[in-house]
Nanobody
Framework: QVQLVESGGGLVQAGGSLRLSCAASGSTFSINDIAWYRQAPGKQRRLVARIFRDASTNYADSVKGRFTISRDNAKNTVYLQMNSLKPEDTAVYYC?????????WGQGTQVTVSS
Protein backbone atom coordinates (compact mmCIF):
# COMPACT_ATOMS: atom_id res chain seq x y z
CA GLN A 1 0.00 0.00 0.00
CA VAL A 2 1.11 3.53 -0.81
CA GLN A 3 -0.40 6.71 0.62
CA LEU A 4 -0.07 10.04 -1.17
CA VAL A 5 -0.74 13.49 0.26
CA GLU A 6 -0.68 16.57 -1.97
CA SER A 7 -0.19 20.13 -0.81
CA GLY A 8 0.71 23.54 -2.17
CA GLY A 9 -2.33 24.46 -4.21
CA GLY A 10 -3.99 27.85 -4.05
CA LEU A 11 -5.03 30.97 -5.89
CA VAL A 12 -2.48 32.80 -8.01
CA GLN A 13 -2.57 35.47 -10.69
CA ALA A 14 -1.69 34.67 -14.28
CA GLY A 15 2.07 34.71 -14.74
CA GLY A 16 2.67 33.62 -11.17
CA SER A 17 4.17 30.46 -9.73
CA LEU A 18 3.20 27.67 -7.36
CA ARG A 19 4.99 24.56 -6.12
CA LEU A 20 2.97 21.45 -5.42
CA SER A 21 4.23 18.66 -3.18
CA CYS A 22 3.29 14.99 -3.10
CA ALA A 23 4.45 13.14 0.00
CA ALA A 24 4.48 9.35 -0.31
CA SER A 25 4.41 6.87 2.56
CA GLY A 26 3.95 3.15 3.00
CA SER A 27 5.55 0.75 0.51
CA THR A 28 7.45 3.48 -1.33
CA PHE A 29 10.18 1.02 -2.39
CA SER A 30 7.68 -0.53 -4.81
CA ILE A 31 6.93 2.70 -6.69
CA ASN A 32 7.98 2.66 -10.35
CA ASP A 33 7.03 6.21 -11.13
CA ILE A 34 5.04 9.17 -9.79
CA ALA A 35 3.01 11.54 -11.88
CA TRP A 36 0.91 14.66 -11.60
CA TYR A 37 -2.47 14.72 -13.30
CA ARG A 38 -5.03 17.48 -13.42
CA GLN A 39 -8.75 17.66 -13.92
CA ALA A 40 -10.62 20.81 -14.83
CA PRO A 41 -14.39 21.05 -14.26
CA GLY A 42 -16.27 19.01 -16.84
CA LYS A 43 -13.10 17.60 -18.36
CA GLN A 44 -11.16 14.36 -18.20
CA ARG A 45 -8.24 13.88 -15.87
CA ARG A 46 -5.05 14.34 -17.90
CA LEU A 47 -1.38 13.68 -17.35
CA VAL A 48 0.74 16.74 -16.61
CA ALA A 49 4.17 15.28 -15.83
CA ARG A 50 5.78 12.03 -14.74
CA ILE A 51 9.08 11.13 -13.11
CA PHE A 52 10.45 7.60 -13.33
CA ARG A 53 12.64 5.57 -11.01
CA ASP A 54 15.70 6.46 -13.11
CA ALA A 55 14.81 10.18 -12.77
CA SER A 56 13.78 10.53 -16.39
CA THR A 57 10.74 12.72 -16.94
CA ASN A 58 8.05 13.48 -19.44
CA TYR A 59 5.60 16.33 -19.75
CA ALA A 60 2.37 17.21 -21.47
CA ASP A 61 2.98 19.55 -24.39
CA SER A 62 0.83 22.21 -22.76
CA VAL A 63 3.22 22.58 -19.78
CA LYS A 64 6.64 21.99 -21.37
CA GLY A 65 9.04 24.79 -20.53
CA ARG A 66 6.80 26.06 -17.71
CA PHE A 67 6.46 23.14 -15.27
CA THR A 68 9.21 21.04 -13.73
CA ILE A 69 8.76 17.75 -11.89
CA SER A 70 11.42 16.72 -9.39
CA ARG A 71 11.83 14.53 -6.35
CA ASP A 72 13.59 14.35 -3.00
CA ASN A 73 14.22 10.68 -2.29
CA ALA A 74 15.21 11.33 1.32
CA LYS A 75 11.79 12.88 1.95
CA ASN A 76 9.83 10.53 -0.35
CA THR A 77 8.38 13.65 -1.92
CA VAL A 78 7.77 14.66 -5.52
CA TYR A 79 7.36 18.30 -6.49
CA LEU A 80 5.75 20.11 -9.37
CA GLN A 81 7.14 23.60 -9.87
CA MET A 82 4.68 25.57 -11.95
CA ASN A 83 5.81 28.86 -13.50
CA SER A 84 4.18 31.27 -15.92
CA LEU A 85 0.78 30.00 -14.87
CA LYS A 86 -2.19 30.58 -17.15
CA PRO A 87 -5.93 30.58 -16.41
CA GLU A 88 -6.22 27.34 -18.38
CA ASP A 89 -3.98 25.66 -15.79
CA THR A 90 -6.85 25.94 -13.32
CA ALA A 91 -7.75 22.44 -12.13
CA VAL A 92 -7.57 19.98 -9.30
CA TYR A 93 -4.09 18.47 -9.37
CA TYR A 94 -3.67 14.84 -8.35
CA CYS A 95 -0.60 12.84 -7.49
CA UNK A 96 -0.41 9.28 -8.86
CA UNK A 97 1.98 6.46 -8.00
CA UNK A 98 2.33 3.31 -10.04
CA UNK A 99 3.53 0.03 -8.54
CA UNK A 100 3.72 -3.31 -10.39
CA UNK A 101 0.11 -4.29 -9.71
CA UNK A 102 -1.70 -1.14 -8.66
CA UNK A 103 -2.25 2.59 -9.03
CA UNK A 104 -2.53 4.96 -6.09
CA TRP A 105 -4.01 8.45 -6.01
CA GLY A 106 -3.87 11.35 -3.63
CA GLN A 107 -6.89 13.42 -2.64
CA GLY A 108 -6.03 16.31 -4.96
CA THR A 109 -5.19 19.97 -4.45
CA GLN A 110 -6.97 22.88 -6.12
CA VAL A 111 -5.00 25.31 -8.28
CA THR A 112 -6.82 28.41 -9.47
CA VAL A 113 -5.20 30.93 -11.80
CA SER A 114 -6.95 34.25 -12.16
CA SER A 115 -6.64 36.40 -15.28
Amino acid sequence: QVQLVESGGGLVQAGGSLRLSCAASGSTFSINDIAWYRQAPGKQRRLVARIFRDASTNYADSVKGRFTISRDNAKNTVYLQMNSLKPEDTAVYYCNARVPDANYWGQGTQVTVSS
